[in-house]
């Protein structure tokens, strides 16, 4: 994936990096189902391939949306961990799951989560970043 820049536009840098249909979904994962090995990304319902999920991460570690380390209980895996640019992606997360909600046959407990949190305005999602922060940077 190339995220060579062509624009110095805020929204076209944006999607150069985030608008593919894998990133933000690779994202979600870290947030909302606790995901951080990559064999745990690869059994999400929307079917990733592994070369596709390995180039993801590969340019989400190193645009600095990502942190990966080796996990100390087993040597050959690794974690993955939202760095503070990926968490202040969860206001994008929440408004498209309220879009897609609202437009889209989302499942209804998906959808409640996702209108929830964007219901609970600034404050619902600053005590999740919170929470983020917790779990990923410790």
Known sequence: MSTKERSGCPISLSLELLGDRWTLLIIRDLAFAGKRHFREFLQSDEGISSRTLAERLQTLVDEGILTR??????????????????????????????????????????????????????????????????????
Do not use: C, F
């Open 69 to 138: 380390s080796d996990d100390p209980s087993h040597g050959l895996k690794a974690i993955y961990r939202l760095t503070d640019a990926g968490i202040d992606l969860l206001p994008v997360l929440a408004t498209l799951g309220a879009w897609g909600s609202k437009y889209r046959k989302a499942d209804d407990k998906l959808a409640r989560v996702a209108n929830d949190l964007a219901a609970g305005g600034p404050p619902a999602l600053e005590r999740m970043k919170e929470r983020l922060r917790a779990e990923h940077q410790g």
